[in-house]
């Protein structure tokens, strides 16, 4: 059987498609979040941000609440295709660990793993690698955007492969949901046609991957304090283990406009209206209620009541991640943990995967 055989990775119906799936996952994972396993992960390429923890971490909690299996993978071998030096990671792991902890995830019910950890998972990629041509990985838009926005000055067949190498990550665990942004969905859609080919060529009785779909955030996009996205490189971020005097002085550096009148209009304002939606988003109020409260009072105002609820919310949680990396040992412990679990079922997989490939000789 060929590897071109009709799939196509990327169509220009896919992105509507992956909506549609994602909105009936989520009705899915409410009627029976026992069933499904999420797996969702992030570089360790520096501390965590206020765009990240309202764009995925709250999601992740609220779904190991739930009770849906959680999977979180420090993806430090994507680190290693994307960055000249490698020797700070030692300290990036633990800051993400101390980070993932503090926002609430629990390693008692969610495995926290790196996955250069986790042999089984790595050898994966062969028998992957074998499913998809050149020509499908080269077509993936978003290497191409992290090849530019590494710096690197040329492609590497790591970060070429890198989707496989993701579609790992997903189907060692037979992970069912991936919660990812929407630059993730090239990368999933190499898995979903990695599972679908090897389901078809090597168990075509009882498919033995189930493809696993995006779960889209519905976050609203929470912006950096110069209205543009989110990101460390950017230097417009507020981390979440900032301070409470250095988060007031990065909303107080924030970009605004020169109306005094505060109103929520993301569209004409978006300045202003990202700094209503940060404080909304941190008082559970809506938008238009921290906006009719700013009134009149002009940025100070805002930057004052935005600056209060952003410390409010995070004070428990700045609490817990500073007392978490005053621990290293105990990070330490949890990733070991969390690598055990991962490298058991990585295992078991690949011993499926022999079998099912006429591989296994024992
Ligand atoms: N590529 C993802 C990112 O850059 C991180 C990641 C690696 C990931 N492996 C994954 C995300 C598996 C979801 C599932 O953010």
Do not use: W
């Amino acid at each position: 059987m060929s590897i071109n055989d009709g799939d196509a990775a990327t169509g220009s119906a896919s992105f509507a498609d992956a909506e549609a799936r994602s909105a009936r996952l989520e009705a899915a994972l409410q009627r029976e979040p026992a069933a499904h396993r999420v797996l969702t992960g992030d570089r360790p390429t520096g501390p965590l941000h206020l765009g990240h923890y309202f764009g995925t971490l709250q999601n992740r909690v609220r779904l190991q609440n739930l009770g849906v299996q959680l999977f979180v993978l420090v993806a430090d071998y994507q680190t290693i295709t994307d960055r000249d030096s490698p020797a700070s990671l030692p300290e990036d792991v633990d800051a993400l660990v101390a980070d993932y902890l503090a926002a609430g995830i629990d390693p008692q019910r969610a495995t926290i793993f790196a996955h250069s950890q986790v042999e089984g998972l790595n050898q994966l990629l062969l028998p992957f690698l074998s499913l998809v041509s050149v020509a499908e990985m080269g077509r993936n838009p978003t290497v191409k955007d992290e090849l530019a926005a590494s710096g690197q000055p040329a492609m590497s067949g790591l970060m070429f492969t890198y989707p496989v190498h993701q579609a790992a990550d997903i189907l060692f665990c037979k992970g069912t949901v991936v919660p990812v942004g929407r630059d993730q969905l090239p990368h999933l859609e190499i898995a979903r046609l990695i599972a679908r080919r090897f389901n078809r060529k090597y168990s075509p009785e009882r498919p033995y991957f189930p493809e696993p779909d995006a779960l889209l955030s519905n976050a609203p996009l929470l912006l950096g304090t110069d209205g543009q996205k989110m990101s460390k490189s950017r230097n417009n971020s507020i981390p979440l283990g900032a301070t409470a005097d250095e988060t007031a002085k990065l909303i107080g550096r924030a970009k605004t406009d020169a109306d005094r009148h505060i109103t929520y209009n993301p569209a004409a304002r978006p300045e202003v209206s990202n700094l209503v939606l940060l404080a909304a988003l941190c008082s559970g109020r809506s938008p238009e209620a921290i906006a009719a409260e700013a009134g009149d009072g002009g940025s100070a105002t805002l930057k004052r009541l935005v600056t209060e609820a952003v410390n409010e919310h995070f004070r428990e949680i700045r609490r817990r991640r500073a007392e978490l990396l005053g621990d290293r040992g105990h990070l330490r412990q949890v990733l070991l943990a969390g690598n055990a679990r991962a490298r058991d079922i990585a295992n078991q997989t690949l011993a499926d995967v022999r079998r099912l490939m006429h591989t296994s000789y024992g």
